[in-house]
């Protein structure tokens, strides 16, 4: 299995741009996540999903958007990009069974807006 | 989920255990303790959960109180590569919000030779 693979590992955005990060997991995992991460600070949960076709809002949802078609993939898409979006954005999943709680991490994108 | 509260950094030297605490005295009665770490520029990774019983796994143990108001997180023999910001996490495993973990900001613990 390669768990929770992101790209890109590394991106700069002009201000005003949009662009996709990209999630896969192979772990047939029902829940996803994406969080961020900016300097010094901890996770902060920017969306979530439960399954195929549902997601919702977590702590800073405002400035992202993402879908969840398949169970495989949770791609987080960035509208008019801010210079406050600058962060580490990591992509998370967990099964909906008894461990659902034990979250798989990818490696992280890092993302920077000028 | 009940609010923990952990020291902002512990220091530890190799070879020896690390003892990471966490108060978490608002924990209801089922909602499980995780803990994680996260290695400079890595993603996070889980280390060990429990909910009233002391548990113990390949990389830790953990001890809750009996009133489960605290817990410590044991590294038996630190290394150099356990030099990480540890979060201590309580979440409730029921309902419609599982998985939905919220990291603070955890412990830096610092492993010196």
């Known amino acids: 299995n390669a768990g929770v693979t992101q790209t890109p590992k590394f991106r700069i955005l002009k201000i005003g741009q949009s662009m996709t990060l990209q999630c896969a997991q192979d772990?047939?995992?029902?829940?996803m996540y994406w969080y961020r991460q900016d300097p010094g600070m901890g996770l902060k949960l920017i969306y979530y999903s439960v399954g195929a076709g549902i997601t919702d809002k977590g702590e800073v949802p405002n400035g992202y958007n993402v879908s969840r078609s398949t169970t495989e993939d949770f791609p987080l898409r960035l509208e008019l990009a801010a210079p406050s979006q600058t962060s580490v954005y990591f992509c998370?999943?967990?099964?909906?069974?008894?461990?659902?709680?034990?979250?798989?991490f990818g490696e992280g994108s890092w993302l920077t807006v000028v | 989920d009940a609010k923990t509260t952990q020291p902002p950094s512990m220091d530890c030297a190799e070879g020896r255990a690390a003892n990471l605490p966490c108060n978490h005295s608002t924990i209801s009665g089922n909602e499980y303790v995780y803990w994680y770490r996260q290695i400079h520029s890595q993603g996070p990774q889980y280390i060990i959960h429990?909910?009233?019983n002391n548990e113990t796994n390949e990389m830790a143990s953990l001890i809750i109180t009996e009133d489960r108001k605290s817990s410590t997180l044991i590294l038996p023999h630190a290394t150099l590569r356990d030099t990480a910001v540890y979060y201590c996490i309580v979440r409730n495993a029921g309902g419609t919000s599982y998985g939905k973990l919220t990291f603070g900001q955890g412990t830096i613990l610092t492993v010196h030779p």
């Open positions: 998370a999943s967990s099964s909906a069974t008894a461990n659902r709680n034990t979250i798989y």
């Open positions: 429990g909910l009233k």
């Open positions: 772990m047939n995992h029902n829940y």
